[in-house]
């Protein structure tokens, strides 16, 4: 549970009042804002997918399921939400390999043995919110980057110089400092370089997102981080980011607004796993029934390391569980993509991908504007800006691709036209 | 056998002496090749999604000399967004033949007849020979041949399932009502699935998740390319009776009448 990990850090460059009121923050709950309310300029929309997915998560008890329901659920055909649910229980640790020989099956027959390639690229890194466990935190003390328009296009070109062809835009979740028009303009430049581009930003209204469609954009990622309110509550303690039901909504409104696809996850590590995986799960399951014609993907992130605080750590959620919880994603969820990030190991990587993985990142760089020093190895003393998280697969795109070939894979830079 | 020579399958005016065409659910050089030497496959279906990439991963690169390409219109969720990509295929310089498959679904992946129809009468009117992949429905399908398609794609069990042809009685009510060639397309994931279809009068089979998936892809190429050539004799030699119940006795039950 997240409260095992110590998150607290207090930055040398902190003013006094700063620290004051990030201890607040931290140890007064009464000082934070109601974390279920919505703040002025958040579109509410009418919507009964979070009481779907709230209500089999509050009810989901997996200790109550057997190796009997494990058995069961991977003899069904068709794998029912009770079946899922089995699959994510302890009971079905010890069922793990079969599980990998079920989902790779699904896997086969939906995606065949392709694996696609992309990489992030996140622009800025300047955030408004406090959230305890991540790098960009308001409190945390890092070089801070913006990337103007002819660095972007600069970063970009070098990118698609090694031969990507998709890319996912990044920023911090600032506003004021990364407003729409910016990443809007990003966008646009993106699809001179790249055949997809997709956002991991913060959440913005409907008609915001069409704006970002119409600039190119066509997938949205939000990792609701965890679907626990009350552990959300003690992780996100400032800024628009704290408002849980806000994110949770975003990925059905930016559907509204003509995207493609869009993406789920939690963080795994921040609160209960099991419960976590099974409704981010549900999320996508229950938004596909209402938007059939969406691309769904899920990720599965687990907490990394940041900077000024190496202990941070996934906890409970081990490689074993990790597998675990992937496996029980594709055979409940065959059709949809799964990512899974630099965050995991080479030897991870290697391995998802040939059960339940459809998309990994190559050529990695969690900080600002240092590809071209990292893809060029050309020195240069423009000012970088300081990383998401610590990352743990640094494989390039060459490496990448030759790795996936040899593994019999068939790497895939693009399957998709903007229409 | 000559009767087999000179039993061609013809599509817009174009013939092919081959009934097997290869899907584009999963691709690899390995597939294509073998869909090729082993399957016999002339027409060849091109997902122009994945042919909107950069060079070394193109898949135009992979197909051979002589095959005609069949470029799909996957990924489009309208009859607009079909149109749209049928246009840019050709602009590719991939000929005039487009299958229209139409989705607006992404769990089952099954057509959109409705939007289907839009869009085979907008890219028929507009010279191209069309093929829609579609629900097997008889009304649609004459609808179809109404607004200009080259020959008419029945899905037989949802797409990349394997599970041979749920859709049978369907597919034989457009085999005997429809005067274009009816091909079965998707989820044939068995040699003797195709035959059967085969044997039923379909005039072509579409396959791509049976041999990208199989152990040994040129056996099982052969093996489609044998079951489609015995399905098609079968079909063409007509086929015998069928006992649905029990045997038939051959003292026959009305033998005491005299008069």
Known sequence: MAENNSFFVDGKNLSKEALERKHKLENDPSSRTNHMEYMPGMEVIESDICDKVMSQMDSYDYTKYTAVDVRNALNHERCTIEDFKALLSPAAESFLEEMAVKARMETSKHFGNTVYLFTPLYIANYCENYCVYCGFNCYNDINRLKLNLDEIDREMSVIAKSGMEEILILTGESRAMSDVTYIGEACKLARKYFRMVGLEIYPVNTEEYKYLHECGADYVTVFQETYDTDTYEKLHLLGHKRVWPYRFNAQERALKAGMRGVAFSALLGLSDFRKDALATALHAYYLQRKYPQAEMSLSCPRLRPIINNDKINPLDVHERQLCQVLCAYRIFLPYVGITVSSRESKSFRDGIVKIAATKISAGVSTGIGDHESKYTGKEDNKKQGDEQFVINDERSLDTMYDDMQQAGLQPVLNDYLYV | MDILNDDKLIIGGHEFQSRFILGSGKYSLKLIEAAVKYAGAELITLAVRRANTKEEENILDYIPKGITLLPNTSGAR????????????????????????????????????????????????DGFVVMPYMYPDLNVARELVNVGAAAVMPLASPIGSNRGLATKEFIQILIDEIDLPIIVDAGIGKPSQACEAMEMGAAAIMANTALATAGDL????????????????????????????GASSSDPLTGFLHD
């Open chain 2, 78 to 125: 309208n009859a607009k967004e079909a149109v749209r990509i049928a246009k840019l295929a050709r602009e590719l310089g991939c000929g005039n033949f487009v299958k229209v498959e139409i989705m607006k679904d992404t769990k089952y992946l099954l057509p959109d007849n409705y939007e289907t129809i839009k869009a085979t009468e907008e890219l028929a009117k």
């Open chain 2, 218 to 245: 040129p056996l099982m190429a052969s093996a489609f390319n044998d079951a489609i050539i015995a399905g098609r004799k079968a079909y063409l030699s007509g086929t015998g009776r069928v006992l649905t119940r």
